[in-house]
């Protein structure tokens, strides 16, 4: 590799760097906001997420959002003993329509 190639190499897409940021911000937050709501209120929000996914389909923000709820569902849902199956269903549900999208 030539030197210029190699200090290119080093160079890092400022924008690209900002999105990131940007991205983790977002991530960091929705999932702080998902963390403190009661388990009532985070099935409220994956109903409404399904609901919206059903009504327009996925688009990025969405996805990203579906993750987190996912995330979120997934950890309390490992954590808790005897949780009715339909919760269990409703998270399956989500990520059946994220994987068609």
């Known amino acids: 590799m030539k030197n ?8 890092v897409d400022i ?5 990131a940021l940007d991205d983790k911000k977002e991530n960091d937050s ?3 906001y998902f963390k403190v709501l009661s388990f009532s209120e985070l099935i409220d ?17 969405m ?3 579906s993750k987190m709820i996912l995330k979120e569902l997934g950890l ?3 954590n808790s003993q005897g949780l009715s199956r339909s919760f269990l ?5 989500l ?4 994987s068609r999208s």
Not at 45 to 61: A, D, F, H, K, Q
Not at 89 to 93: G, H, N, T
């Open 89 to 93: 269903k409703m998270k399956e549900e």
């Open 15 to 19: 924008l690209h760097a900002k999105q």
């Open 45 to 61: 929000e994956t109903t409404l997420l399904i609901e919206e996914l059903n009504r327009v389909g996925s688009t990025e923000e």
């Open 4 to 11: 210029e190639e190699i200090e290119a190499a080093k160079v």
């Open 76 to 78: 309390r849902l490992k």
């Open 63 to 65: 996805i990203k959002k």
């Open 95 to 98: 990520e059946n329509k994220l």
């Open 30 to 32: 929705l999932s702080r």
